[in-house]
């Protein structure tokens, strides 16, 4: 099993969910996030005051896929991210050891 995780920019969301639905993949963890990259920052005034927003606002999705559709599933991620603009995000495939259902205790690949 791999875990893919994408950080994406927000408003790519229903992109990226509409992909991973069409790709099979039957459930995601989306996370808030902020911090940086390349992307530079911004600054915004506040009570008169200007402040460097050095960490961007994105979303990390996500998803627990079996070995064979890890690198299909990143493909669709990064389709549905992608803008051609700086800080489209980073996907990231990792071994997962196991998995266990709570509810009905089905473990690794049917726990999925």
Not at 5 to 22: G, H, T
Not at 48 to 71: C, F, R, T, Y
Request: charged share 25%; aromatic share 4%.
């Amino acid at each position: 099993m791999k875990l893919i995780e994408a950080i994406i920019k927000p408003f790519r969301l229903d992109q990226v969910r509409e992909a991973l639905s069409a790709s099979g993949v039957q459930g995601m963890t989306v996370s808030e996030v902020r911090g940086f990259g390349r992307q530079p920052g911004s600054s915004e005034v506040y009570r008169g005051a200007e402040h460097a927003l050095n960490l961007v606002p994105k979303l990390k999705i996500e998803a627990v896929v079996e070995d064979e559709d890890a690198l299909r599933v990143a493909e669709a991620i990064a389709q549905a991210a992608h803008t051609g603009t700086s800080g489209d995000g980073k996907i990231f495939i990792s071994t997962i050891q196991g998995a266990v259902r709570i509810r009905t205790g089905e473990l690794n690949e049917t726990a999925l």
